[in-house]
């Protein structure tokens, strides 16, 4: 990976993005069944537009999938996704992934260890593609946006969502699932002017309680100023110049 210092002097705002994605890179070339999920999105007729998380993520698949790795990039934000429906707490009391609620499709669900009524109930929901994968992986690095001071709000239907794996282990007192027993997760977190560290903080301890392995080099966030009341228009190209940098100069191509 190329440092870099520009000739503006910013080279040292450059290299927050450089090295952690170099850290990313390098770890996850040591696995071989890798996921990525993508979060952020934007008007499906802008399709000159990009989501900055959704670029880096597609560079690092091209990358991994040029050094041999099977790797899956999954854009959330494109997949029929239905809002939790918090069984957790009914009044019948937490009925999250008990066994009736196994989604009886062998080709959605081939471990049978999908569990969720919301898929059951909606038969054109779609977090089965997700679940598929996960249940193959070594490596997942989940690529979110921060707005209004947390994450996206698909991510957080997403994760939502996954409650049944951990709540098999904790509540219901089952073993974990064998395929996730040694999973690695990630999160690459983008915002422009508050609370990145913090939300990333949160979602990091979130993994450890579904179980997962959370190494160091599988999470980093970026944000472009420390002075949250900053929003200028200025500041947000500033933002997309010194993200561009590390696309065109940064990263493997």
Known sequence: MKQFAGADGSG???????????????HLESKDHILLLTTSN???????DAPKT????????????????DVTLL????????TCE????SKRGNGCGVPEAKLPDHAKNPTGHHRCWASINNQDDQLYKVSRELFKAQAVVFFV??????????????????????????????????????????????GHNWNDEQVLKTQKQNFKWFGWKTPAALSFSW??????EEESPESYLGALKEFGALLKTGLPR
């Open 145 to 190: 946006s921060t707005r209004w001071g947390q994450t996206n709000s698909v991510y957080q239907r997403l994760f939502e969502r996954l409650s049944w794996i951990e709540n098999r282990v904790t509540t219901l007192g089952e073993a974990p699932i064998p395929q996730l027993k040694k999973l690695e997760a990630g999160m690459v977190l983008f």
């Open 42 to 48: 934007r008007y499906p007729e802008h399709t000159w």
């Open 223 to 228: 944000q472009y100023t420390t002075d949250p």
């Open 86 to 89: 918090g069984n957790i707490s």
């Open 12 to 26: 040292a705002r450059k290299s927050r993005l450089i090295g952690p994605c170099s850290r990313l890179i390098k």
């Open 75 to 82: 854009d959330v934000a494109k997949l029929r996704i239905h």
């Open 54 to 69: 959704t670029q880096l993520a597609l560079r690092i698949r091209d990358h991994l999938k040029q050094e041999g790795k």
